[in-house]
């Protein structure tokens, strides 16, 4: 059963405009979570997190979302440029609560298109 | 920028063949894990290490080993390599997973193709 839901395999976005990537929980007991960039060929690269006591973290042109009610978070890039395509992983743990693994979804694979 | 090395980066190896993927973190971190990835698929979980002589096995069952006998090494074996094993083998490491962390620093990742 999948605790991390990217339903989303894949978004193609025009360079300049809002990327969102979305995700989906369904254990309650996370309680933080964090966003992974990967390129092909490459590791993961740690891009922003969230704890659940916040429902927002901005770095930048990211901006993570947290709706706990909802079981739901969400990535804006804001302006999407060539250099953001990638696929963008989910991840979520139960840090604050318990030291268990990171539970990664399946990604999204963003295009920016130029 | 993150210290974390894998080797061998590609591997192409016949059924049958014993290999040893190798991992090494020089940021003193002492949790290290194991994720396998297919395309399109998530990151499953296959070890994990909370320190020297710890190695717990993650939420996928996998027929490899892994030992954990100094902090910045942490290599994954299969004995017997089969052409269900072909995968993206990624190595990560973090210093703790509490308040306001969780960050994993992950290694280039070792693609293995069994044929």
């Known amino acids: 059963d999948q605790q991390v839901k990217q339903n989303s395999p894949s978004l193609s976005v025009q360079e300049g405009r809002i990327s969102i990537l979305n995700c989906d929980y369904t254990?309650?007991?996370?309680?933080?979570f964090l966003w992974y960039k990967k390129y092909p060929a490459e590791g993961p690269t740690f891009l922003i997190s969230?704890?659940?006591?916040?429902d927002k973290n901005e770095d930048g042109r990211f901006t993570v979302f947290l709706n706990k009610s909802a079981k739901h978070l969400s990535l804006h890039i804001v302006p999407s440029q060539p250099g953001d395509s990638a696929v963008y992983f989910c991840?979520?743990?139960?840090?604050?609560?318990?030291?268990?693994?990171?539970?990664f979804g399946k990604g999204t694979r963003l295009s920016v298109i130029a | 920028e993150a210290d974390i090395y894998q080797t061998p980066r590609y591997l192409v190896i016949g059924t049958g063949k014993k290999i040893t993927l190798e991992c090494s973190q020089t940021m003193g971190h002492d949790k290290m894990y194991w994720y396998q990835q297919d395309p399109g698929m998530e990151l499953h979980l296959i070890h994990y290490s909370y320190g020297v002589n710890s190695t717990e096995k993650g939420d996928l069952s996998s027929e490899s080993t892994v030992s954990r006998i100094r902090t910045e090494h942490f290599p994954l074996t299969l004995e017997s390599a089969r052409p269900s094993h072909t995968s993206q083998y990624l190595c990560a490491s973090s210093e703790y997973q509490g308040a306001g962390t969780g960050e994993l620093f992950f290694g280039e990742g070792s693609r293995l193709t069994v044929l």
């Open positions: 969230i704890s659940s006591i916040k």
């Open positions: 254990n309650s007991m996370f309680d933080y």
């Open positions: 991840a979520a743990s139960r840090a604050l609560s318990g030291n268990t693994p990171l539970v």
